[in-house]
């Protein structure tokens, strides 16, 4: 139940990040925000999807710095 839900904000979250990317032409932002869609498929421990996914949301910040 808990990774559904984790999945539910990642992607919520990662919809976010790519229409701001490609509003804003960051392709930093839109590479993120795919990702952030995708990775709960791949991930089904939940400690990994919660590291994984605060990675991916700071990840924009970090590279555009």
């Given at each position: 139940?808990?990774?559904?839900?984790?999945?539910?904000?990642?992607?919520a979250?990662?919809?976010?990040?790519?229409?701001y990317?490609?509003?804003?032409g960051?392709?930093?932002?839109?590479?993120?925000?795919?990702?952030?869609?995708?990775?709960?498929?791949?991930?089904?421990?939940?400690?990994?999807q919660?590291v994984?996914?605060?990675?991916?949301?700071?990840?924009?910040?970090v590279?555009?710095?």
């Amino acid at each position: 139940m808990h990774s559904l839900f984790i999945g539910l904000i990642a992607g919520a979250f990662g919809t976010a990040y790519f229409v701001y990317g490609k509003r804003q032409g960051k392709g930093s932002t839109m590479l993120a925000g795919a990702a952030l869609c995708i990775y709960p498929y791949f991930i089904d421990n939940l400690l990994w999807q919660c590291v994984v996914g605060a990675l991916l949301l700071a990840a924009p910040f970090v590279v555009e710095r």
